[in-house]
C-alpha cells in the first residue's frame, strides 16, 4: 500500500517503515482534514509559504533573543495579514499562521481568538457595524482582558469596575487596586491598541456582575498608551514568548455607553439593565476558544507523536537479541508503550475536536434565534474536553519528548518548546480543576433527571441506561463486539462514578455540612467523574469516526482504536476494578490485548504519523524530519548557535582565561 512520503535519499530505515505501510496514508490524511480538497490545499499553503522569500527565517527563533524573535514574529504577520489575507480561506488561517511564524504566539493572536469572536457573539448591531469592519479589516489591533493579578478563576470577584454615568452616559472603568491590575491578557503588553475589557457593571450603586467593555488602549496614529491607561508586558514565561502578554491598569477611564457589549445584557440610556437570554451568556468568548482549542491541542499531541515516532524508526541502539544488529529503539515494547498511545490519543482528540466545534456551532446557531438550551450541555463538555485533552497532551508530549533520549531535551527537537505552548493549556480558559467541577456540577443535574425519567441530552444520555454485566474478554475474536463491550464498560464506569459522586454529596449535606462546603468535600471524586464522562465521550466520538471511515482506512482506524480503548481502560483499571465490575483477570486481558496491539501496529507506525501531514517546517524539529537523516542536521542546527559565532568567547576571554592564568602564576 503506498505512503506517499517516501522519496530518494530519505533514510533507509524510514524508508524500510514506509514500505510496510498498509493503508494509504493520503486516504487518511484526506479524512482527517475532511476531503483531499483540504488535504491538497493544507499541501500548497505548506509549500508556497516555504517558497515565500518573506517567511525565511536567516537563523532558527530557538537562537533568537525575546525581542528579535518578536520582531520577527510581527514582521511576517504582517505578511500574512497584508499579501496573503486574501489568498486563504478563514478556516486555513490557523495552519499558515503555523507554517509561516510557528506555535509560540504572534500579534494577532487574541486578535483572531477572542477579540473578534467576542465583537462577533456579543456587541449589538450598532457597535459591530463600526468596529468590526476595522478590527477585520486589521486596521485596528484587539485582544481579551479579563485575567486580573488577583482573579482569574473566579470571574465573579474579579474588581475592575464599569460604573454608569446617566448623566453622560458614559461607563467610568476603573481599576481600584494594585491586584485588580489585568494581567496575562495576550498581545495586550505592546501589540493591541483596543481590548475587550471584562469589568463588574455598577449601575446605581448595585453590581451586577462581570460584563464585557470594548476599550481603545493606545492612539491609533502613535501607539503611545492613552491618558489614564498604563500598559506592558508581563515579562518572559515558559513558552509562547513570541506574544506579550501583558498588564493593564485603568485609571477612570470614560468610555461611551454604547461600547458595552449589548448583544445579550443591555444598559439603556436611563440606566434600565436587561438581562441576557442565558445568565452565562457573557462567557461566549472562553465557551468559543474551548470549543475550538481541542482540535489544536490535537494537532500539538500529533506533531510530538510524528516527532517521537520517525526519530525512533532512526535511531539505532542496543540489541534486542545477543549477536543482532543494534536495533532501532521503536522496536522496543517499553517504547512503543510510551509512543504509540500518543499517536492513538492524538487522533481520538481531533476527532472529538472537530464534533465540538460543530456542536459548538450548532450552539450558536440557536442562540442567534433566541435558544439557549444547547448551551449548558456544550459548557459541560468543553469544560470536561479542555481539563482532559489539555491534561492527556501535557503528559503525551512529555513522554514523546522523554522517548527520545538526550536530543529531546535540546531545542533542536522542538519538543520542550512543544511541551511549554500546549502545558499552558492546562491554566487559560479556566484552570482545569475548577473546569472539570463545571462539567461536575451537571452531571449531578444529569444523575438526578435520570432518577426522575427525564429526557437527557446525547452527551449524558448514558446516565440513563442501565448497567448490565462487562463483557470485556468474553466476546470472543469478533472485534466489533470487543469495541463494544469496552464502550458499554466505560459507560458503567462513567455513570457509577457520577451517581457515587452525587451520593457522598448528598451524605455530606444530610450530615449537616452546607451544599457548597459539602461539595468541597468531594470536589476530587466530582473531577474523576467529570474525566471519564469526558474520556467517554473522545472513545464515543472516535468510534463514530470509525464506523463512519471509508473501507481502504477502516482496518488501521479500528487498529489504533483497539489500541485506544484498551489503553484507556488499563490506565484508568482502578476505576474499572473499583465496584467489582471488572475482576484482574479482566484487566490481566485488557493489558494482554493492549501488547498485541503494539506489534499490530508497529509496522503502521510512521505512517500513521505521516498521516498528519505536517510539514517539516512547521514541525520544526531536527529530529522529526521527514527524510530522517537527523544526525547531519543536528550538527547543522547546532553550528548556529550564537555561541558558534566566534572560538573564543569575551566570556572566556574576561573572566575563564584569567583565572587559569591567574591560578597557572601561583604554581
Ligand atoms: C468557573 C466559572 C465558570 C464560574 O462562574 P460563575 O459565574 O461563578 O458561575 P457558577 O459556577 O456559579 O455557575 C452558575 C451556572 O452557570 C453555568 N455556567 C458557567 N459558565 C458558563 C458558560 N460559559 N456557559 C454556560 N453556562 C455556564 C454553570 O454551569 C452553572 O450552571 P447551573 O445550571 O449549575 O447553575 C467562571 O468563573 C469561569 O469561567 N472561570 C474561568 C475563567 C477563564 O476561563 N478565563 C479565561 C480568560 S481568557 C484566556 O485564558 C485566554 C487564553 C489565551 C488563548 O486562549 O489563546
Ligand atoms: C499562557 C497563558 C495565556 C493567557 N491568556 C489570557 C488572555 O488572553 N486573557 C485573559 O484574560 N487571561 C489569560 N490568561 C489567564 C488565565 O486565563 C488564568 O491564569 C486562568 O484562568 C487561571 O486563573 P488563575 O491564574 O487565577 O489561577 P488560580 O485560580 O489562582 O489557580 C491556582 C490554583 O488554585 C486552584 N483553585 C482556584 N479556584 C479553585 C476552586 N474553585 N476549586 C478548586 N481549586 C481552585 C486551581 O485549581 C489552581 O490549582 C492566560 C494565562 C496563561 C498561562
Known amino acids: 500500500m503506498p505512503n506517499r512520503c517516501i522519496r530518494p535519499g530519505d533514510n533507509p530505515d524510514l524508508t524500510k517503515e514506509r514500505e510496510t505501510c498498509t493503508f494509504d496514508t493520503d486516504e487518511l490524511a484526506a479524512n482527517l482534514y475532511g476531503s483531499r480538497r483540504n488535504l491538497e490545499r493544507r499541501r500548497e499553503i505548506s509549500q508556497k509559504v516555504s517558497a515565500d522569500p518573506d517567511f525565511a527565517d536567516p537563523i532558527p527563533h530557538e537562537f533568537l533573543s525575546r525581542e528579535k524573535a518578536v520582531d520577527a514574529t510581527a514582521k511576517k504577520s504582517k505578511v500574512i495579514f497584508q499579501k496573503w489575507k486574501n489568498l486563504v480561506k478563514p478556516e486555513e ?377 462487562s463483557l470485556i474478554g468474553l466476546k470472543g475474536g469478533d472485534i466489533t463486539r470487543e469495541h463494544e463491550a469496552i464502550l458499554e464498560t466505560l459507560e458503567h464506569t462513567a455513570r457509577r462514578l457520577a451517581i457515587d459522586a452525587s451520593q457522598l454529596w448528598e451524605k455530606r449535606i444530610k450530615g449537616g455540612e452546607c451544599k457548597e462546603r459539602a461539595w468541597n468535600g468531594v470536589t476530587v471524586e466530582m473531577n474523576r467523574a467529570s474525566r471519564v464522562y469526558t474520556r467517554l465521550f473522545m472513545a464515543r466520538s472516535f468510534h463514530r469516526r470509525l464506523l463512519s471511515s471509508p473501507s481502504s482506512i477502516r482496518s488501521v482506524l479500528s487498529d489504533l482504536f483497539s489500541l485506544y480503548l484498551h489503553y484507556e481502560c488499563v490506565d484508568m483499571a482502578q476505576h474499572l476494578l473499583e465496584d467489582g465490575h471488572c475482576n484482574g483477570g479482566q484487566i490481566q486481558y485488557l493489558k494482554k490485548r493492549l501488547y498485541e496491539d503494539l506489534t499490530t501496529l508497529r509496522p503502521n507506525a510512521v505512517s500513521l504519523v505521516d498521516s498528519f501531514e505536517i510539514s517539516d517546517r512547521e514541525l520544526n524539529s531536527v529530529l522529526g524530519r521527514r527524510d530522517g537523516n537527523v544526525y547531519e542536521a543536528l550538527f547543522q542546527w547546532a553550528k548556529q548557535s550564537e555561541l558558534n559565532y566566534t572560538d573564543v568567547l569575551p566570556a572566556v576571554k574576561n573572566y575563564m582565561m584569567p583565572m587559569m592564568e591567574e591560578n597557572r602564576s601561583k604554581l
Open 93 to 469: 488561517m490557523p495552519h499558515l499562521v503555523n507554517e509561516a511564524v510557528g506555535i509560540q504566539g504572534f500579534p494577532l493572536a487574541l486578535h483572531h481568538a477572542m477579540f473578534l469572536p467576542s465583537l462577533n457573539s456579543q456587541a449589538d448591531d450598532d457597535l459591530a457595524a463600526e468596529i468590526l469592519p476595522r478590527a477585520k479589516a486589521y486596521e485596528i489591533i484587539g485582544t481579551y482582558a479579563q485575567t486580573e493579578m488577583g482573579h482569574g478563576t473566579n470571574l465573579r470577584e474579579l474588581e475592575t469596575t464599569a460604573t454608569y454615568d446617566k448623566t453622560t452616559q458614559e461607563f467610568v472603568i476603573n481599576t481600584p487596586t494594585r491586584k485588580a491590575m489585568k494581567w496575562w491578557p495576550g498581545n495586550l503588553g505592546k501589540m493591541s491598541n483596543y481590548a475587550v475589557v471584562c469589568c463588574q457593571l455598577i449601575i446605581d450603586g448595585k453590581n451586577l456582575g462581570p460584563h464585557n467593555f470594548l476599550v481603545q488602549l493606545r492612539c491609533e496614529k502613535t501607539h503611545e498608551p492613552l491618558p489614564g491607561i498604563t500598559v506592558g508586558d508581563i515579562g518572559p514565561k515558559i513558552a509562547y514568548n513570541t506574544t506579550d502578554n501583558g498588564f493593564l491598569a485603568l485609571d477612570n477611564v470614560r468610555i461611551p455607553r454604547r461600547q458595552m457589549l449589548m448583544k445579550h445584557a443591555k444598559v439603556s440610556p436611563d440606566g434600565t439593565y436587561t438581562p441576557p437570554i442565558h445568565a452565562k451568556l457573557n462567557y461566549g468568548a472562553m465557551v468559543h476558544v474551548r470549543a475550538h482549542m481541542i482540535y489544536s491541542h490535537g494537532h500539538l499531541l500529533a506533531r510530538a507523536a510524528a516527532v517521537a515516532t520517525r526519530y525512533s524508526a532512526v535511531r539505532r541502539q542496543g540489541r534486542i537479541e545477543n549477536g543482532g544488529p543494534e536495533v532501532q529503539i521503536l522496536d522496543y515494547q517499553t517504547q512503543q508503550h510510551r509512543i504509540f498511545p500518543q499517536i492513538a490519543r492524538a487522533y481520538a482528540i481531533l476527532f472529538a475536536g472537530q464534533e465540538v466545534r460543530d456542536q459548538y456551532a450548532k450552539t450558536l446557531e440557536g442562540i442567534a434565534n433566541g435558544q439557549a438550551d444547547l448551551l449548558p450541555d456544550l459548557h459541560a463538555l468543553t469544560s470536561g474536553l479542555k481539563s482532559v485533552v489539555t491534561f492527556m497532551g501535557g503528559l503525551g508530549i512529555e513522554q514523546c519528548r522523554m522517548s527520545c533520549g538526550g536530543h529531546g531535551y535540546s531545542d533542536a527537537s522542538g519538543l520542550p518548546k512543544l511541551y511549554g505552548v500546549q502545558i499552558g493549556g492546562c491554566t487559560y480558559e479556566g484552570e482545569n480543576m475548577v473546569m472539570l467541577q463545571q462539567t461536575a456540577r451537571y452531571l449531578m443535574k444529569g444523575v438526578k433527571w435520570a432518577e426522575q425519567g427525564k429526557s437527557l441530552s446525547p452527551s449524558i444520555a448514558y446516565l440513563g441506561k442501565k448497567s448490565g454485566k
